[in-house]
Structure formats: structure tokens, C-alpha cells
């Protein structure tokens, strides 16, 4: 099976004239392409802000859906050998970066998660403020006051 990989240049994500596959509003930030096997690209859906956190997740729980019932048609049924097909999600909204600190959280608790790895992801995305569409979440902002700091000091002494 492909790979589903989050897409992480802002450029293509943001499209002030194209409509939303969602509600159809002009202007998106978001976007979700599925690819074939040599990354040449099958479908392409562009969503506002409102609607990527549904629409996102919906056609990544699709895709993968497909892509295993097909795979087991394969083993099982004889069928034909399916493509290896992919799929890229990017948003300029914060989703992306919500959805990776809350995954991070059980696992900095237990202490699995490098300290340096952290402070830099911190730095990561307050740099992305800068572009970044909507009101940062809390849990976002709480991540890069406990972990951004570190990063500050280090630059400081650096100078
Ligand atoms: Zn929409």
C-alpha cells in the first residue's frame, strides 16, 4: 500500500479562489490528494477552514478503507493485484498540529519523547504563526510556552 503523508509547504494549501468540496465557499486552506502509484495525482479536494477537521478525516478513513478491502480482495478472492495508491493532507489551518500534540501528550508523559525533539517541534510552529489561518489553540499555545522556552535560552547564549 502507498503512503499517506502530511503535506507541509503552505504554498499549494492555500487557494483564495478555488471552492470548498465541503460547503462550496470560496477561498480554501486545505487540501487532500490521492495518488497513484507513480505519485501522479487521482483526485484533488480543496476545503475551507470549517470543513477540513470533517472532510479531512473523512477522506483519509475513505482511502484507507479502500485500499484495505481491495488488498483483501486481492489475498482472498483472487482479485487483481491492487495499485499502490497515496494520499497527501495539508492545511494552513492548526489541525495538523493539534492532532500531533495530542498524540505527543500520553507519550511525553511517560517520558518517551526527546526533550530537543520537543522544543524544536515548539519552534516549528511558532514560526508558522506567522501564515497559519485561524486562532492558535490553546493546546498548541500551552505546548510551545512549556517547550519553546528552552529553545529561547539556547538562542540567546548562541549571540
Ligand atoms: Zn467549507
Redesign the pocket.
Known amino acids: 500500500m502507498g503512503e499517506f503523508c502530511f503535506e507541509e509547504d503552505r504554498g499549494p494549501l492555500i487557494d483564495p479562489d478555488a471552492l ?1 468540496d ?2 462550496g ?1 470560496r477561498g480554501t486552506v486545505s487540501r487532500a490528494r490521492r495518488l497513484g502509484e507513480h505519485n501522479e495525482e487521482l483526485e484533488l479536494h480543496r ?2 477552514a ?2 477540513w477537521a470533517e472532510e479531512g478525516a473523512r477522506l483519509q478513513a475513505r482511502w484507507k478503507e479502500q485500499d484495505r478491502v481491495a488488498h483483501e480482495a486481492w489475498i482472498f478472492d483472487g482479485a487483481p493485484r491492487p495499485p499502490s495508491l497515496g494520499a497527501t493532507f495539508g492545511s494552513a489551518t492548526w489541525h495538523l498540529y493539534l492532532e500531533l500534540v495530542e498524540r505527543l501528550v500520553p507519550a511525553i508523559r511517560r517520558g518517551e519523547v526527546d526533550d530537543a525533539y520537543l522544543t524544536q517541534l515548539a519552534q516549528e510552529m511558532q514560526q508558522s504563526a506567522a501564515w497559519r489561518v485561524g486562532r492558535m489553540p490553546i493546546r498548541v499555545l500551552a505546548f510551545i510556552q512549556q517547550y519553546g522556552a528552552a529553545h529561547d535560552v539556547v538562542g540567546r547564549r548562541g549571540h
Open positions: 470548498c465541503g460547503c465557499v476545503f475551507c470549517s470543513c
